[in-house]
């Protein structure tokens, strides 16, 4: 099993900045991609940000220049660093992870973190 910890949310003004973390642990043998969902109320869960193991990355339209994806490879972690945020950012943030759980099996596995709250409100 694999688990996914995500800590960094919290109330934040129009224009400041948060920075989540997300920390996978568990039956791990390699991490091919991780990435970062929101979900806002109402709406449907989307991909904000996502990152390689090799260190591509790719944002949605949205976030573009505000936000960086970015992953400590060897802590199994993954970043985003939100600047210049918006009422409209406000979301529960997801972590995901595509996971690799041993050298034998070639499947990778989707596994998603709890959920961090970002607010933004004045």
């Known amino acids: 099993q694999v688990q996914l910890v995500e800590s960094g949310g919290g109330l934040v003004q129009p224009g400041g900045s948060l920075r989540l973390s997300c920390a996978a642990s568990?039956?791990?043998?390699?991490?091919?991609?991780m990435a970062w969902y929101r979900q806002a109320p109402g709406k449907q869960r989307e991909l904000v940000a996502a990152i390689t193991s090799g260190g591509s990355t790719n944002y949605v339209d949205a976030v573009k220049g505000r936000f960086t994806i970015s992953s400590d490879n060897a802590k199994n972690t993954v970043y985003l660093q939100m600047n210049s945020l918006k009422p409209e950012d406000t979301a529960v943030y997801y972590c995901n992870a595509g996971v690799k759980v041993s050298p034998g099996n070639r499947n990778v596995y989707g596994f998603w973190g709890q959920g961090t709250q970002v607010t933004v409100s004045s």
């Open positions: 568990g039956s791990i043998f390699s991490i091919n991609v």
